[in-house]
T-cell receptor, first 112, second 111 residues
Framework: KAGVTQTPRYLIKTRGQQVTLSCSPI?????VSWYQQTPGQGLQFLFE???????NKGNFPGRFSGRQFSNSRSEMNVSTLELGDSALYLC???????????FGPGTRLTVT | QKEVEQNSGPLSVPEGAIASLNCTYS??????FFWYRQYSGKSPELIMS????GDKEDGRFTAQLNKASQYVSLLIRDSQPSDSATYLC???????????FGTGTRLQVFP
């Protein structure tokens, strides 16, 4: 079974721009969660989608948004990028049976 | 108080020894606990999940959960240099699907 895939793997953007990241979950998984990882803050939860609905949300500003499609693929958008948004963005998918989450390889975003 | 706390390390152990990694959590209603391994530059990899008090063994790994004391630990037997990584403890509180991570413990296994 294929794992979680994320595109793109690397991204360089300029302050003020916006960016969209994509995540395809493991086949059959309907829950997709997004995390931000930075050296200073560690892994922080952004939001979780299940059946196209946002089910949980972390403590991030409204510039961070996401959505999920009917095929469970998810996108995350960050608008008006700031230098502090430079991070590794990870998505994870999980099935219905348990809370085990499996991570994709991540998207490394650099904001200059 | 942070929701999930871990000693950042590094924890250095010789090859073949037992590495003991500890994690405490603040939410008394937490029901699901996980250990992830993250190699430098890679994404976290799930290695153990535990849901009830006691021990759960999988190969060289043993997870231990004590809900009364609010701690969960991971033992790695016969540690290998390839076990050198950051180990992340994660907790899901009952009623949510939010996975809350600790900051991780860096493990170094030296030959």
């Amino acid at each position: 079974k294929a794992g979680v895939t994320q595109t793109p793997r690397y991204l360089i953007k300029t302050r003020g721009q916006q960016v969209t990241l994509s995540c395809s979950p493991i086949s059959g998984h309907r829950s997709v969660s997004w995390y931000q990882q930075t050296p200073g803050q560690g892994l922080q939860f952004l939001f979780e989608y299940f059946s196209e609905t946002q089910r949980n949300k972390g403590n991030f500003p409204g510039r961070f948004s996401g959505r999920q499609f009917s095929n469970s693929r998810s996108e995350m958008n960050v608008s008006t990028l700031e230098l502090g948004d430079s991070a590794l963005y990870l998505c994870a998918s999980s099935g219905l049976a348990d809370y085990e989450q499996y991570f994709g390889p991540g998207t490394r975003l650099t904001v200059t | 108080q942070k929701e999930v706390e871990q000693n950042s390390g590094p924890l250095s152990v010789p090859e073949g020894a037992i590495a003991s990694l500890n994690c405490t959590y603040s939410d008394r209603v937490s029901q699901s606990f996980f250990w992830y391994r993250q190699y430098s530059g890679k994404s976290p990899e799930l290695i153990m999940s535990i849901y009830s008090n006691g021990d759960k063994e999988d190969g060289r790994f043993t997870a231990q959960l004590n809900k009364a004391s609010q701690y969960v630990s991971l033992l790695i037997r016969d540690s290998q240099p390839s076990d050198s990584a950051t180990y992340l403890c994660a907790v899901i509180a009952r009623g949510t699907d939010k996975l809350i991570f600790g900051t991780g413990t860096r493990l170094q296994v030296f030959p």
